[in-house]
């Protein structure tokens, strides 16, 4: 990949290119093909996995800002 031209002015104005949420981040990567080609079909589905397990088990827990101004202030 070849970076792009240097932005001058706003770069708030551009469209954004990165995910904005791991979940959104682990999707892409999974239907990525040039990542599938250089890493294998096995790595990727590891790595997805292991990805989602990590996900699914950080949204299992109730985070210190949760706790404080949505469970001890209701």
Known sequence: MQPRPQVT???YRL???LPRTLYEAVDRFSHC???K???GDDF????I???QAELD???AVISSWER???LLKV
Do not use: N, W
């Open 15 to 17: 469209a954004r290119t």
């Open 44 to 47: 990727v589905r590891a790595f």
């Open 57 to 59: 088990a950080y949204q």
């Open 37 to 39: 080609k250089y890493l």
């Open 33 to 35: 093909k040039p990542a």
């Open 68 to 70: 404080e101004h949505l």
């Open 9 to 11: 002015g706003s770069a």
């Open 49 to 51: 996995a292991i990805k």
